[in-house]
């Protein structure tokens, strides 16, 4: 169960927004505003640093238009430790005097659950919905209004593999698994053991580490097997999160650990152990081909979509929905914006992209042979065609992944997975009903 101190904290802290929005949107009325060159403020961008480590510097260097126009108006970037932004951003929002005027973070909470995100101006929602990828642009949205600019665009899952282990294995690298059944055949021939002890998976699974990631690495075997984390309507979690698919995608994973002894929980993550040779495949998001390059250069690897389940195509599921947002609560709102419309555009994107190595936000640039010539394009264009697949964006989908993501750890630790599944349910309903 939730912590009641916890509980009582956020309580408070919905009541300090409510209260401060309020009292800023009374200040604003009673100030007129000053001529765009005249303007003086400071305005606060933070950036939760971890796989946007490029991105705060690139920015400084690419607002010309916005200081062009407000030439008074300081910009000051912080980047936040990612272990600790959550703190910091609870810490923040609390103050009016440290709180940013515009911050990166996952909108179903900040936007839907704390209230602190802004809904865009409306040139700028029909900009991003008819400009922004299709596949992932609910996630971006406060009942049905974009509140948060993507920070890339992440279509799910891909199937890495390594094509020298591959051909060891007598398998042919152009020829990968297509099927979730094939998938668990491949895995047996690729992995090494030394007696009980797997030396090498076949295919890496996330086991460990923060449970909301464990959740999402796990949401391609829920839906190849049809099941789901809760309801559309973000009623329920019953019938779904225990239903016999969600079970079957779970066992499916304990299986290859307990029962074909083709992965381990103890040789490490499956980034690493792909990067070191440790893994022969593991299903990453299509930044991961960009991580390879810089910090594996050696490791020969070949990106698919990820295989057909016995329900289908595992469509693209976001539990993390990271964006810029605008802060509701800001003296600065309108120059927040101005900010926004300086970054938020085809070639800013792109070049971003690159610099990052992940995949662009705009439709358009999905077209440019940055994309087109990317090893995972083949995966890219299937996760396009395939479309969008369960939209996990109820206000507290973050602390439901926590407890998600608990669960699925213990499966794979060997705890019997409908046993394990039944008894999170009240939790999970519980954060659904406080969203409501």
Same mark, same amino acid.
């Given at each position: 169960m939730i912590k009641e101190d916890h509980l009582m904290h956020r309580r408070s802290f919905l009541i300090l927004a409510t209260g401060s929005l309020a009292m800023t949107a009374l200040a604003a009325c009673s100030q007129p505003a000053a001529p765009a060159g005249d303007r003086e403020a400071t305005l606060k961008v933070w950036n939760p640093q971890d796989n946007w480590r490029k991105t705060t510097k690139f920015y400084d260097g690419r607002v010309q238009a916005f200081t062009d126009k407000y030439p008074k108006v300081k910009v000051e970037y912080v980047d936040v430790p990612y272990g600790q932004y959550e703190a910091r951003y609870t810490s923040g929002f609390s103050s009016s005097s440290d709180a940013p005027d515009i911050f990166m973070g996952q909108v179903s909470y900040y936007g839907g659950a704390m209230g602190i995100a802004?809904?865009?101006? =409306?040139?700028? *929602?029909?900009?991003?919905?008819?400009? +922004?990828?299709?596949?992932?642009?609910?996630?971006?949205?406060? =009942?049905?209004?974009?509140?948060?600019?993507?920070?890339?665009? =992440? +279509?799910?899952? *891909?199937?890495?593999?390594?094509?020298?282990?591959? @051909?060891?294995? $007598? &398998?042919d690298p152009k020829s990968p698994p297509k099927t979730f059944a094939e998938l668990r055949q491949f895995a047996g021939d690729l992995a090494k053991r030394d007696g009980e002890k797997?030396?090498?998976?076949?295919l890496a699974l996330r086991y460990s580490g923060n449970p909301t990631g464990i959740a999402d690495k796990a949401l391609p075997y829920v839906h190849a097997f049809g099941g789901r984390l809760y309801s559309e309507d973000h009623k329920t979690s019953k019938g779904f999160i225990n239903s016999e698919a969600t079970v079957a995608g779970i066992q499916y994973m304990q299986d290859l650990i307990t029962k074909d002894r083709v992965t381990s929980l103890e040789l490490?993550?499956? =980034?690493?152990?792909?990067?070191?040779? &440790?893994?022969?495949?593991?299903?990453?998001?299509?930044?991961?081909?960009?991580?390879?390059? *810089?910090?594996?250069p050696t490791v020969e690897f070949g990106v698919v979509p990820y295989p057909e389940g016995p329900e289908g195509y595992p469509k693209v599921s976001l539990l993390f929905n990271w964006a810029w947002m605008v802060n509701d609560r800001s003296n600065n709102k309108d120059l927040a914006?101005?900010?926004?419309?300086?970054?938020?555009?085809?070639?800013?994107?792109?070049? +971003?992209?690159?610099?990052?190595?992940?995949?662009? @936000?705009?439709?358009?640039?999905?077209?440019t042979p940055y994309v087109t010539e990317?090893?995972?394009?083949?995966? @890219?264009?299937? *996760?396009?065609?395939? $479309?969008?697949?369960?939209?996990?964006?109820?206000?507290y989908t973050n602390q439901i992944a926590l407890v998600v993501g608990s669960a699925i750890e213990k499966c794979l630790q060997g705890a019997e997975v409908k046993q394990t599944l039944d008894g999170i349910v009240s939790q999970v309903d519980e954060l659904l009903e406080r969203g409501r």
């Open positions: 802004a809904l865009a101006p =409306d040139e700028l *929602q029909k900009t991003w919905e008819e400009k +922004l990828s299709s596949v992932t642009r609910d996630n971006f949205k406060v =009942d049905g209004k974009w509140a948060g600019y993507p920070v890339s665009t =992440d +279509l799910g899952m *891909q199937l890495y593999y390594n094509t020298e282990h591959f @051909v060891a294995a $007598g &398998l797997v030396t090498r998976n076949g490490g993550s499956p =980034d690493d152990t792909f990067a070191q040779g &440790l893994s022969s495949m593991t299903m990453r998001e299509g930044w991961y081909e960009g991580w390879l390059k *810089q910090n594996a914006w101005e900010w926004m419309r300086a970054v938020a555009n085809p070639a800013t994107d792109l070049e +971003l992209a690159k610099l990052e190595g992940y995949l662009p @936000v705009w439709n358009e640039n999905f077209a990317r090893r995972d394009f083949q995966a @890219v264009e299937k *996760q396009i065609a395939e $479309g969008g697949g369960p939209v996990y964006n109820a206000p």
